[in-house]
């Protein structure tokens, strides 16, 4: 299984950087094979599994390879291929319809797809079975052990006091919504310069990891001493390709600091997609949009960047910290983002319980949006129709980057408040933080599902309130 699974990282990670158009229909056929295979190898351990869960000698490790293997099991043995078959006919299709739609801003276009894709996911939560709400049946499978209760429980807190950190950064005034650094165009060649000298600050090992060009960055852990990243390139806007780097590059170095002994097993990957988007935006916002970073950083970015003359450190840091509140997700910053996040988690839910019809989706969109943050998207492509998630049958990942957030703050909380953050950058010391990370979070992998990681780390899961403060001390202080 780690053979097929470790093939169809590579394929999947070629298929982004470097296939030519025509390889992808080849490269379906043998994905799609290949998947098969997994899902039958999985399926004949059932009875070891099940023999295993029985045995009481198990220590944590071992525990946690029989509590993955039974998650995928559960998957598979409960959602009948034909069922996985039908999302994968549907979704491929409905992808191509919503680029059309999103294009001509034209929601009608996508409706009955997506009409079908929520029937399609509601199928699903009902052959894996639920308690309460079925949308518990969906977030379960991005963040094992995340219900409706624990989401209602983080947006009620971060969304009110978000709005009220939101106005007195307005009324101060000090951080910009906009600055004029973002419209400056750069050199592909410069850039790739400083992205390679913040990899080399970030200790990155040349043996064990490289770095591509992809449309959508992204990160992939082949094998543990194989962890590739891509970046893009549009050439204006420095900070753009800046960030993304240094995000992936988290999530990189989480899979590099997994222990030796978890390479070839199930639990040699992540805990869950939120505490592994807790890493990547730990090292973009905590580390990479801190005043210590810039000084870092500054001598790289002033070598290549000849334009930046005219900049102080004081404007870079602002720069990297822009305020504006947008209609698209990707576009937002640190204090905006649970908002986009949140406003999908409510419909989806909505959706997937049937309380919403699909037809008034853009409508409960719009509201919900302007209710957040008091303005409201003119049409469908900056509302409803902006992400690819739905088009491919994704519901119930939108909320996992806000647990990525809240556990950044969780950690950032558990480093004296950002002192240690602050020590370590100020002295050039990232291994610093790494060894951190590495002994407290990553040398478990998927050894303890997310909810018993926090608790052994942090005493507590998923607590908005140390997010609350992180984003108080920087922006309002
Ligand atoms: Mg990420």
Redesign the pocket.
């Known amino acids: 299984m780690w053979a097929i699974n470790h093939s169809l990282a590579v394929l999947g990670w070629d298929t982004e950087t470097h296939m030519p158009e025509a390889g992808a229909r080849p490269r379906g056929i043998a994905s799609g094979q290949l998947a098969v295979m997994v899902q039958r190898a999985t399926i004949e351990l059932d009875g070891l599994v099940g023999k295993a869960e029985k045995a009481k000698d198990l220590d944590d490790t071992e525990r946690g390879v029989v509590r993955v293997l039974r998650r995928s099991l559960d998957y598979f043995l409960k959602v009948p291929p034909k069922l996985v078959d039908e999302i994968q006919r549907v979704t491929t299709e409905a992808t191509v319809v919503w680029r059309t739609a999103r294009k001509k801003s034209d929601f009608k276009l996508f409706r009955p797809h997506l009409d079908k894709i929520i029937q399609l996911e509601r199928k699903v939560a009902d052959k894996l079975g639920y308690e309460k709400h079925p949308y518990n049946a969906l977030l379960n499978l991005f963040e094992e052990g995340f219900t409706v209760r624990d989401a209602d429980a983080v947006y009620s807190r971060l969304i009110p006091e978000s709005k009220k950190i939101l106005a007195k950064v307005a009324s101060a005034g000090v951080y910009p919504s906009k600055h004029p650094l973002e419209s400056k165009k750069y050199e592909t060649a410069a850039m790739e310069r400083v992205n390679e000298g913040v990899l080399e600050m970030l200790k990155m090992p040349k043996e064990k990891f490289r770095m591509d060009v992809s449309t959508h960055p992204?990160?992939t852990g082949i094998a543990r001493d194989d962890v590739r990243i891509t970046t893009r390139y549009e050439g204006v806007n420095f900070k753009a390709t800046l960030f993304a780097t240094i995000?992936?590059s988290g999530?990189a170095i989480y899979h590099l600091g997994i222990d030796k002994k978890l390479a070839y097993a199930p639990t040699g990957d992540g805990a869950s997609y939120g505490i592994?988007?807790s890493q990547?935006?730990f090292w973009e916002n905590v580390v990479g949009r801190s005043r210590e970073f810039v000084g870092l950083v500054d001598p790289l970015l002033r070598k290549n960047l000849p334009f930046l003359s005219g900049y102080d450190d004081e404007q870079l840091y602002y720069y990297f910290n822009t305020v504006r509140k947008s209609f698209i997700r990707v576009e937002a910053d640190e204090l905006t983002y649970n908002f986009h996040t949140a406003l999908r988690y409510e419909v989806e839910k909505k959706a997937i319980a049937g309380e919403a019809k699909v037809a008034e989706l853009p409508e409960l969109w719009n509201d919900t949006f302007e209710e957040y943050l008091g303005m409201r998207p003119k049409n469908d492509a900056e509302g409803v129709l902006q992400d690819v998630h739905w088009s491919g049958g994704s519901f119930g990942y939108f909320a996992t980057y806000t647990l990525?957030n809240v556990v950044l703050g969780m950690i950032w909380h558990k480093m004296r408040d950002g002192e240690l953050v602050r020590g370590a950058v100020g002295r050039g010391d990232l291994m610093e933080l790494r060894g951190w990370l590495g002994r407290e979070i990553h040398q478990y992998g998927a050894t303890y599902a997310p909810k018993d990681l926090q608790m052994r780390v942090f005493g507590e899961a998923y607590n908005p309130e140390r997010l609350l403060k992180y984003l108080n001390t920087k922006f309002v202080g």
């Open positions: 992204f990160t995000h992936e999530h592994h988007e990547s935006r990525g």
